[in-house]
């Protein structure tokens, strides 16, 4: 099983970018895959999530609105678009996957990296002017 994380790079404050998670060994649409991120000197946080059925997403608070997940079952890879970035953005992001599934009212505040058993590399975003 493999997870390839790519997009990241350098954009300014209000940048946008997108995040690719490729997959290979399993089928995204069998999985729950998410994104975590991780800046320095902190723990690995949850970023989003999108179910392998029903077709739930989850974002944290302080992404919502601003960036969106998405899956491509013909290219079996997920999407993270990444919209109004911050400078708070900025961190390492890694996708990762699982057979667990959430039901629609889950909160995400509850979705935690020990839940992930597949991760790919990660990749780093760097949002500054």
Avoid: H
Wanted: one cysteine or more; proline letters at 6%; charged letters at 15%.
């Amino acid at each position: 099983v493999q997870l390839q994380a790519s997009g990241g790079g350098l954009v300014q404050p209000g940048g946008s970018l997108r995040l690719s998670c490729a997959a290979s060994g399993l089928t995204v649409r069998g999985y729950t895959v998410g994104w975590f991120r991780q800046a320095p000197g902190k723990e690995r946080e949850f970023v989003s999530a999108i179910n392998r059925t029903p077709f739930n997403t989850y974002y944290a608070d302080s992404v919502k609105g601003r960036f969106t997940i998405s899956r491509d079952n013909a290219k079996n890879t997920v999407y993270l678009q990444m919209n109004g970035l911050k400078p708070e953005d900025t961190a390492v992001y890694y996708c990762a996957a699982t057979p667990t599934i959430y039901i629609r009212s889950y909160p995400p505040s509850r979705i935690t990296p020990d839940e992930y058993d597949s991760w790919g590399q990660g990749t780093l975003v760097t949002v500054s002017s």
